[in-house]
C-alpha cells in the first residue's frame, strides 16, 4: 500500500520569498509517478508538478519545483517568488506504474498543507 | 480546450434517497477517475473508467457505482444515501494512455450535502 505523509498543516510565507513543503511517502513499489496539486478555496484541484521515479532530474514548472530524493523517500514541493495567489491547500500524491508502463491512474493523497502568503 | 466539467455543483439529498453525478472529461481524455473529499478521511479514491470498463476501484461500499459512456463521460451513484456521503466529489480525466505520465486534470466537484 502507498501512503503520503504532509507533516505542515500550515504554513506561512512573506510574498516574494521561497517556501518549501514537505512531503514524505511510502511504498514498496520500484515505479512510481508523484504529483502535487493545489486547491483554492474554490475547491477545484489545480495539476501543478510531476515527478516519476526514475526521473534523475527534479521536475520544474515556471515557480515551481520538485526537490526529489529517493533514498529519503521524500518529495518537497518548493515555491519560489511566492505570490498572493499562491494561497491555497497543496497536496502531495503518488500513483503506481504498471508493469506495462504508465500509471494506474488511482491518486493516494497525503492530508495536505494549508499556505498562507502573507503581503 | 474546455477543461473538466461537474454537474450539478451543489446538491442536497435526504438520507435514503439516491443520487447521480455527472462529469464530462476534457476532449480526447478517455480515462474518469472520481474521489470523494472529506475533512476527516481527506481525499479518497472511488474508481477509475477507461474506455467504458472500470479499471480500478478504491475501498468504498458497493452503494457506490459508476459507469462511462462512449463520449467517455462518466457518471456517479450513490444509493441509500448516508449522513457519512456529505463530501466534495471530485472527478478528474486524464489521457488514460502510455502516452500520459498519470497527471489527472480534475474538475469543479460536486459538493452534496446528505440532511
Known amino acids: 500500500a502507498q501512503k503520503i505523509t504532509q507533516t505542515q498543516p500550515g504554513m506561512f510565507v512573506q510574498e516574494k520569498e521561497a517556501v518549501t513543503l514537505d512531503c514524505t511517502y511510502d511504498t514498496s513499489d520500484q515505479s512510481y509517478g508523484l504529483f502535487w496539486y493545489k486547491q483554492p478555496s474554490s475547491g477545484e484541484m489545480i495539476f501543478l508538478i510531476y515527478?516519476?521515479?526514475?526521473?534523475?532530474q527534479n521536475a520544474t514548472e515556471g515557480r515551481y519545483s520538485l526537490n526529489f530524493q529517493k533514498a529519503r523517500k521524500s518529495a518537497n514541493l518548493v515555491i519560489s517568488a511566492s505570490q498572493l495567489g499562491d494561497s491555497a491547500m497543496y497536496f502531495c500524491?503518488?500513483?503506481?506504474?504498471?508493469?506495462?508502463?504508465?500509471?494506474?491512474?488511482?491518486?493516494?493523497f497525503g492530508k495536505g498543507t494549508l499556505l498562507t502568503v502573507n503581503p | 480546450k474546455a477543461g473538466v466539467t461537474q454537474t450539478p455543483r451543489y446538491l442536497i439529498k435526504t438520507r435514503g434517497q439516491q443520487v447521480t453525478l455527472s462529469c464530462s472529461p476534457i476532449?480526447?481524455?478517455?480515462?474518469v477517475s472520481w474521489y470523494q473529499q472529506t475533512p476527516g478521511q481527506g481525499l479518497q479514491f472511488l474508481f477509475e473508467y477507461f474506455s467504458e470498463t472500470q479499471r480500478n476501484k478504491g475501498n468504498f461500499p458497493g452503494r457506490f457505482s459508476g459507469r462511462q459512456f462512449s463520449n467517455s463521460r462518466s457518471e456517479m451513484n450513490v444509493s441509500t444515501l448516508e449522513l457519512g456521503d456529505s463530501a466534495l466529489y471530485l472527478c478528474?480525466?486524464?489521457?488514460?494512455?502510455?502516452?500520459?505520465?498519470?497527471?489527472?486534470?480534475f474538475g469543479p466537484g460536486t459538493r452534496l450535502t446528505v440532511t
Open positions: 478528474a480525466s486524464s489521457l488514460g494512455t502510455g502516452g500520459s505520465q498519470g497527471e489527472q486534470y
Open positions: 515527478q516519476g521515479s526514475y526521473d534523475e
Open positions: 500524491a503518488m500513483s503506481r506504474h504498471l508493469y506495462s508502463g504508465g500509471s494506474n491512474y488511482k491518486l493516494t
Open positions: 476532449s480526447g481524455h478517455r480515462s
